[in-house]
């Protein structure tokens, strides 16, 4: 398993799909991570996010840092689904991003076929 990288720097500097979630640990790009990751398109990023709850404007401030690069965001809320506060629904509206809440895996594997399909995709993706 690869060490996390600092706070800001990215496990791997460019978008890659997830190529799988198990058991807390995702796998990409021939690593693996344990715990919630961003996958954005300066890279794949640890996030430190546990859970639905902690969810707040500084644990979106790395996505809407890059809100111009992209235009849809998967929110993985963990195994079930969630909803996100309207004060962070605003948030992201604000900077222009759409984005869809669903149950990790789905989150992950809707962002890997709108990504193979060139899109301009990012994930935010809870691990349970």
């Given at each position: 398993?690869?060490?996390?990288p600092?706070?800001?720097e990215?496990?791997l500097p460019?978008?890659?799909p997830?190529d ?8 990409f ?5 344990a ?10 990023h640890?996030?430190?996010?546990a859970?639905m ?6 644990a ?10 992209f ?6 809320t963990?195994r079930d689904?969630?909803?996100l506060?309207?004060?962070?629904k ?9 984005f869809?809440l ?11 076929v ?6 301009r ?8």
């Amino acid at each position: 398993m690869a060490a996390p990288p600092p706070p800001g720097e990215a496990f791997l500097p460019r978008q890659v799909p997830i190529d799988g979630y198990a058991q807390q640990f995702f796998h990409f790009a021939g690593m693996s991570h344990a715990g919630s990751i961003l996958a954005l398109p300066s890279g794949i990023h640890a996030w430190p996010v546990a859970e639905m709850a902690a969810v707040d404007a500084a644990a979106l401030a790395p996505i809407l840092a890059e809100a111009p690069a992209f235009e849809l965001l998967f929110i993985g809320t963990g195994r079930d689904p969630a909803h996100l506060a309207e004060p962070l629904k605003q948030l992201l509206r604000a900077a222009g991003l759409r984005f869809e809440l669903m149950p990790t895996p789905q989150a992950a594997a809707t962002y890997n076929v709108l990504l193979a399909e060139g899109r301009r995709v990012g994930a935010a993706l809870i691990a349970f």
